[in-house]
């Protein structure tokens, strides 16, 4: 009875003193607090794109933090976690190209135990706005961002949701420069970049790729005003790249 008595807290003094046994007395416990609705990180911006970080990186053994995974097809919105992944089980690091508008490159990474991460920059656009390469994207318009999110989970938004198709190319480099290029990488996605503006020429999708690529190897090209399929078939020529992957609507769930 007396435990009742303490759930009904909220009832009269006088129905309370109807339970109560002989001589007890009525316990006051606090009612839980609310817990509080999980709030979106950047709320005005796209949330297929925000910063990442680097929480660890010891004995070869990296935590990444802020990686995208999964999206809720309803929501359209995403779930960002961690991603542990270690240099020794590094596989191979490719070079890739997405479909739309003016096209996108990105870098990837695979791992033998499984793990898929691709590391791309993107303009940060607000929710909704539309991406406009020539004015606004060689205006200083948009912030820069540098996104880290698995590969299944670039395959999904980009074929599955936005019936566009990506090609990724095995890079032909030494065991030493792949290294390098994760290393480069994942230094350039979680250094302070904040105040750095977009430029479809200049601080691109492209441009960046193509600096990782020449820090981790030493190996110089042009790093501005290349449209991302232009740097792909500079690429091949140069002899860096291997055979395509295609990921398309017909097999990219494969």
């Not at 949330?47 to 809720?72: I, T, W, Y």
């Not at 449209?227 to 992957?245: E, T, Y």
Request: proline content about 4%; glycine content about 6%; aromatic content about 12%.
């Amino acid at each position: 009875m007396p435990f009742f008595t303490a759930a009904a807290y909220a009832q009269t003094a006088a129905f309370d003193s109807l339970l109560l046994a002989p001589g007890a007395e009525a316990l006051e416990m606090a009612l839980p607090a609310p817990v509080p609705a999980l709030a979106e990180t950047y709320p005005d911006m796209e949330q297929d794109r925000k910063p990442g970080k680097q929480l660890s990186n010891a004995n070869g053994e990296r935590v990444l933090d802020l990686v995208r995974f999964e999206r809720d097809a309803k929501a359209n919105t995403y779930r960002w976690g961690q991603m542990r992944i270690e240099d020794a089980q590094l596989e191979e690091v490719y070079f890739g190209f997405r479909s739309a508008s003016v096209g996108h490159n990105f870098i990837m990474f695979s791992f033998k135990g499984g793990e898929k991460l691709v590391v791309e920059v993107l303009p940060w656009k607000k929710k909704g706005e539309k991406f406009d390469p020539i004015v606004a994207g060689m205006t200083g318009k948009y912030a820069l961002v540098w996104n880290m999110v698995s590969f299944d989970s670039f395959l999904e938004t980009a074929v599955g949701r936005d019936n566009l198709y990506v090609d990724v190319y095995p890079m032909k480099l030494s065991r030493e420069e792949k290294l390098r290029m994760l290393d480069v990488a994942i230094a350039e996605a979680t250094r302070d970049y904040g105040g750095e503006k977009y430029n479809t020429m200049t601080n691109s999708c492209s441009s960046n790729a193509l600096k990782v690529f020449a820090k981790a190897t030493g190996h110089h090209l042009v790093i501005a005003r290349m449209l991302p399929s232009v740097v792909i078939k500079h690429l091949k020529m140069r002899g860096f790249l291997g055979d395509a992957q295609h990921y398309d609507a017909s097999n990219w769930q494969n």
